[in-house]
């Protein structure tokens, strides 16, 4: 199943289905064109991880972590599908495409076993980042943190929607830059949700961002972006410069 938040052509703010080529919502159906796709789902945080790939490791000259390298996003950074986003203005910032794991009900100290519980679905993201400030001064807030430096979407797939290998990429202007397969993540997504709910609590619709393969580079004003990830579908958005 594919859920979906939007904004229908009256201004509501609903969840439906995305089936095939139409959003339905109740007894209505809608054109995706004819309505605004939003992020799906309102977190009050996003844990990202980092390093989480040994390739794009690699490729930053970074050691690989002994436990997942946490840290946060939060909400001011959510967009959605089909944005255009402002970058910082004179910031070198890099696109990174993401499996972004949505959680379903609030939870603490969850043992891997038990990890699948508390996943309502996966979503595509992008991990916007400004590698300047993150760079020359390890400043994850404005390296990170700016705003809309999460899109995601366009929906949420339920897990049984995305297999355990499902291919990853991203395309800047129809350009392929990532091409990866979710099996290469270091840390798995059951040791992710453990590791973190030891130390907070993740609530419904918070999103763990589990990392980026090889192949990040940068954007430029007007580039068109797509995160596409096997069973899950397809985000794009655009940036600008201001």
């Given at each position: 199943?594919?859920?979906?938040?939007?904004?229908?052509?009256?201004?509501?703010?609903?969840?439906?289905?995305?089936?095939?080529?139409?959003?339905?919502?109740?007894?209505?159906?809608?054109?995706?064109?004819?309505?605004?796709?939003?992020?799906?789902?309102?977190?009050?945080?996003?844990?990202?991880?980092?390093?989480?790939?040994?390739?794009?490791?690699?490729?930053?000259?970074?050691?690989?972590?002994?436990?997942?390298?946490?840290?946060?996003?939060?909400?001011?950074?959510?967009?959605?599908?089909?944005?255009?986003?402002?970058?910082?203005?004179?910031?070198?910032?890099?696109?990174?495409?993401?499996?972004?794991?949505?959680?379903?009900?609030?939870?603490?100290?969850?043992?891997?076993?038990?990890?699948?519980?508390?996943?309502?679905?996966?979503?595509?993201?992008?991990?916007?980042?400004?590698?300047?400030?993150?760079?020359?001064?390890?400043?994850?807030?404005?390296?990170?943190?700016?705003?809309?430096?999460?899109?995601?979407?366009?929906?949420?797939?339920?897990?049984?929607?995305?297999?355990?290998?499902?291919?990853?990429?991203?395309?800047?202007?129809?350009e392929t830059r990532q091409d990866s397969t979710l099996d290469h993540l270091i840390f798995s997504?059951?040791?992710?949700?453990?590791?973190?709910?030891?130390?907070?609590?993740?609530?419904?619709?918070?999103?763990?961002?589990?990392?980026?393969?090889?192949?990040?580079?940068?954007?430029?004003?007007?580039?068109?972006v797509e995160v596409e990830i096997e069973g899950v579908g397809r985000l794009e958005h655009a940036?600008?410069?201001?």
């Amino acid at each position: 199943m594919y859920r979906v938040r939007f904004r229908d052509p009256a201004g509501s703010v609903r969840q439906g289905e995305w089936v095939e080529n139409e959003i339905t919502f109740a007894d209505r159906r809608y054109d995706p064109e004819e309505v605004d796709v939003l992020a799906p789902c309102e977190p009050t945080k996003i844990v990202c991880i980092g390093r989480n790939y040994a390739a794009h490791a690699e490729e930053r000259d970074e050691e690989l972590p002994d436990r997942p390298l946490l840290f946060l996003k939060p909400p001011n950074a959510v967009a959605g599908h089909g944005d255009s986003i402002t970058l910082p203005e004179d910031r070198y910032v890099e696109h990174e495409a993401e499996l972004g794991v949505v959680i379903g009900e609030q939870c603490r100290n969850v043992s891997e076993p038990e990890a699948e519980e508390v996943i309502a679905g996966y979503t595509c993201f992008d991990d916007l980042s400004n590698r300047d400030d993150q760079d020359e001064e390890q400043n994850w807030i404005r390296g990170k943190a700016f705003d809309n430096a999460a899109p995601m979407g366009p929906v949420l797939a339920t897990p049984d929607e995305v297999p355990d290998d499902a291919g990853i990429r991203l395309r800047v202007n129809g350009e392929t830059r990532q091409d990866s397969t979710l099996d290469h993540l270091i840390f798995s997504i059951p040791e992710l949700i453990a590791e973190i709910t030891s130390y907070m609590t993740l609530e419904p619709g918070d999103v763990i961002a589990t990392g980026t393969p090889e192949g990040v580079g940068p954007l430029e004003d007007g580039d068109r972006v797509e995160v596409e990830i096997e069973g899950v579908g397809r985000l794009e958005h655009a940036v600008q410069r201001p």
